[in-house]
């Protein structure tokens, strides 16, 4: 699928492009508009438009790890403004960002787009779903310079508007493939509440990393305190949380201080998470598309991966759910406790910190050995690191208020 996104994309000026979740692409429309992109002029060229904060920091973070060279910046809502203004101030080659943000910048002018050529819908099908069909109209309207134009999606389901002005694209679907190993189990409760089962298959599970999908925060909510009351870790992700807390929760999941996450179907598409064992339905989607994109969680790039559905024996499964294997759990284990904890750093990349930087850092002065250091986050302003929970406070201890590079940074626990 990437190679031939990437040679369709050099040579063609619309093109659609449909693939499941977790077969790359990012990378697909990515890596070959990046080669066309011209490094001596220094203004957006490129603008990705897509439907949600967490896939804009995603793709934000896929071009700098790429080492391209190339500035790139993601703008979205629940991100201050002054922030934006900042980054902006330098232009980026690359601009990312939620139609509502980016549109506003358009209207302030704080964005040139007298050299932008390119535009990205990427899962254009859920921008247009969610009520971005009037900023996604303005902005489009107000590309004199657009020349390509690339659609991205995982399904097919919706026409493309008029207003995105596609004529006669060349199509790319790779949506009838079998690009994994997917298995689908359904497990029956005998009540109505299903919190019981849900602790069993737990246990069943055992560790491994999931996501457990809810379709509403009330339920979410009323989750996370059964799941606290049985001292199952977890972090919670939906559409009310604050962008912060958002953010934390997803780092928590990356680097295994959380092993599972409670989350609406905002999760089901366009996050950037660490390979997913399974996940569980514990509420079925109200769409056949939305059973898709959760299932695309897991089973990504030709890897095993399970589905679980949660159902009480009086309810029929929707028609299309069709093939499943229906299990029974019995067990009174409950996952084991992630043996590690974050820590927050405030020094980031604009402090000229590195990830060698906070490594050398907690091996040196922090006394860690290498396999007790886990993933670090590095962001613009401060960063965050996975270390074992048992030496965290001391850690603290010995590394807060120390310099990093120039700067002093102070060191916290994130609950």
Not at 73 to 90: I, P
Not at 218 to 224: C, Q
Not at 385 to 396: F, Q
């Amino acid at each position: 699928m990437q190679e031939e996104a990437y040679e369709t994309i050099r040579t063609n000026d619309e093109v659609i492009l449909l693939s499941p979740t977790g077969t790359g692409k990012t990378l697909a429309f990515l890596l070959p508009l990046i080669s066309q992109i011209d490094r001596e002029i220094r203004a957006v060229q490129v603008l990705i438009l897509v439907p949600s904060r967490e896939l804009a920091i995603q793709i934000e973070r896929v071009v700098r790890e790429m080492g391209t060279g190339l500035k790139v910046n993601a703008v979205y809502g629940g991100r201050a403004g002054a922030k934006d203004r900042e980054d902006l101030k330098h232009a980026p080659s690359i601009l990312v960002g939620t139609p509502g943000r980016v549109a506003d910048h358009l209207r302030r002018k704080t964005v040139s787009v007298e050299h932008l050529t390119t535009l990205v819908l990427d899962e254009f099908d859920k921008s247009l779903e969610i009520g971005f069909e009037k900023e996604m109209k303005e902005i489009i309207g107000g590309l004199r310079q657009l020349k390509k134009k690339i659609l991205t999606s995982a399904t097919q389901r919706i026409e493309i508007p008029e207003f995105v002005g596609v004529r006669w694209p060349k199509k790319i679907t790779y949506l009838g493939e079998k690009t994994n190993l997917l298995s689908i189990k359904t497990v029956v409760s005998p009540t109505q509440n299903k919190l019981d089962t849900l602790t069993q298959l737990l246990g069943k599970i055992g560790e491994g990393n999931g996501i457990i999908f809810c379709n509403l925060k009330a339920t979410i909510e009323y989750l996370s305190d059964h799941l606290l009351s049985k001292k199952i870790g977890h972090a919670c992700f939906f559409g009310g949380l604050e962008q912060r807390d958002r953010e934390r929760a997803l780092i928590k999941f990356r680097n295994g201080t959380h092993r599972l996450l409670l989350a609406t179907d905002l999760a089901a598409r366009g996050i950037d998470v660490p390979e997913l064992d399974f996940i569980i339905h514990y509420q079925i989607p109200f769409s056949a598309e939305e059973f898709t994109h959760r299932n695309g969680r897991t089973a990504r790039m030709h890897q095993n991966g399970t589905a679980y559905i949660l159902k009480f024996e009086g309810h029929d499964l929707p028609e299309y759910i069709d093939d499943y294997e229906t299990i029974e759990v019995h067990s009174d284990k409950t996952p084991s406790r992630s043996t590690w904890g974050t820590l927050f750093i405030s020094g980031g990349r604009k402090d000229k910190i590195s990830k060698g930087d906070i490594a050398g850092l907690f091996f040196k002065q922090g006394g860690l050995q290498k396999d007790e250091l886990g993933v670090i986050e590095l962001k613009k302003d401060c960063a965050f690191v996975s270390v074992p929970i048992s030496k965290a406070h001391d850690l603290i201890g010995k590394l807060n208020n120390v310099r990093l590079k120039k700067k002093k940074v102070r060191i916290t626990y994130v609950d």
